[in-house]
């Protein structure tokens, strides 16, 4: 399983994210809760997330975030690759003009109607490339 992509604001990287931070990698790996692992273990069967489920969650997640403010931040310190923060940036511009045309609740719809077509166009054909930035 990779989780790539994700920060999960580990002390140890002295990021921390407020009550509304970004989707863990745990939560994001979609881990089950049943006792489906090893015969006799109890420990959870994990599952894989798909790497469009995730970009969509993750820059779904970031557009919310950013819908009101006049800057991004750093694509790395929110766990985005380059690709996925291109993404990101021109599901913000359309967000931003939805809203006022239409209002918040529309932009949020629109958030994540584009950030699912955007990140499932962007691995179609599987992973966008072998360089992690991209």
Known sequence: MSTTGCDSGSPATGRAHGPSGPPSASRAAG??????????????????????ELCTRLVAHWARQVLDTPTYGDYQSMGLSNG?????????????????????????????R???????????????GKDPWR
Not at 114 to 128: K, L, T
Request: glycine fraction near 12%; charge should be positive.
């Open 84 to 112: 996925q923060y291109e993404i990101l940036r021109a599901v913000v511009a359309a967000a931003r003009a939805e809203r006022k045309r239409q209002g918040v609740t529309a932009a949020v719809e629109l958030i994540d």
């Open 31 to 52: 881990t089950s809760g049943t006792s489906g692992g090893a015969a006799g273990s109890g420990s959870p069967a994990p599952s894989v997330t798909a790497p469009e």
């Open 114 to 128: 584009q950030a699912g077509r955007a990140c499932a166009d962007r691995y179609r054909s599987g992973e966008p």
